[in-house]
């Protein structure tokens, strides 16, 4: 079975550009979500779907981050203009309950983001 | 709001021992669920061991074991017989079994493990 699949892996931008990360989640997982890792922390839960719904994203700062995710699949997540506290790791995550029982819940390898 | 708590920013221990992570949780729901995740420098989030609230044996797998103390929302993980490859960052997680926290993982700030030959 695939595992959640993220791009890119790096990237480095300057303050003030755009910037955007792809996941692909599991097949068939039904909830994605979005983490911020900044150094030496643990993730921040930015936004969750259901399906292409949007279940939480009190913590998504809305002023210039965006995400989506079309048909219920792939999902992106956009940063408008970055800013140089946005240098962190950028980490996708799936589950189903149904596929994959209770309470477990699938990372992809993260998106390092540094701006400059 | 939930929040978990690992106070041992760093900890070593000897290939072939035993070590203990430390780590607490406040929350006001019932059931839940308590995870062990481990990251190493590749960044790839690895579920090490799961706990639901609602039982009171204690997680094991293989070499990893859990001491989960429900009164006193202590979660703590046992490695024993460690090996180089443990070495990693390992963060404590909850997650809510219903309500608003429904999915959402709250982690800690993680315990650097070094694992020495």
């Known amino acids: 079975e695939a595992g959640v699949a993220q791009s890119p892996r790096y990237k480095i931008i300057e303050k003030r550009q755009s910037v955007a990360f792809w996941c692909n989640p599991i097949s068939g997982h039904a909830t994605l979500y979005w983490y911020q890792q900044i150094l030496g922390q643990g993730p921040k839960l930015l936004i969750q779907?259901?399906?292409?719904?949007?279940?939480?994203d009190s913590q998504l700062p809305k002023d210039r981050f965006s995400a989506e995710r079309l048909k219920g699949v792939d999902s992106t997540l956009k940063i408008q203009p970055a800013k140089l506290e946005d240098s962190a790791v950028y980490l996708c995550a799936s589950s189903s309950p149904r596929l994959a029982g209770e309470g477990w819940q699938f990372f992809g390898p993260g998106t390092r983001l540094t701006v400059l | 709001a939930q929040t978990v708590t690992q106070s041992q920013p760093e900890m070593s221990v000897q290939e072939a021992e035993t070590v203990t992570l430390s780590c607490t949780y406040d929350?006001?729901?019932?059931?839940?669920?308590l995870f062990w995740y481990k990251q190493p420098p590749s960044r790839q989030m690895i579920l090490v061991i799961r706990?639901?609230?609602?039982?009171?044996q204690n997680a094991t797998e293989n070499r990893f074991s859990v001491n989960f103390q429900k009164a006193a929302k202590s979660f703590s993980l046992k490695i024993s017989d460690s090996q180089l490859g443990d070495a990693a960052m390992y963060f404590c997680?909850?997650?809510?079994?219903?309500?608003?926290?429904?999915?959402?993982?709250?982690f800690g700030q993680g315990t650097i493990l070094t694992v020495h030959p």
């Open positions: 997680a909850y997650r809510g079994a219903g309500g608003t926290s429904y999915g959402k993982l709250t």
């Open positions: 929350t006001s729901e019932s059931d839940y669920y």
């Open positions: 706990q639901e609230a609602y039982k009171q």
């Open positions: 779907f259901q399906n292409n719904g949007v279940v939480d």
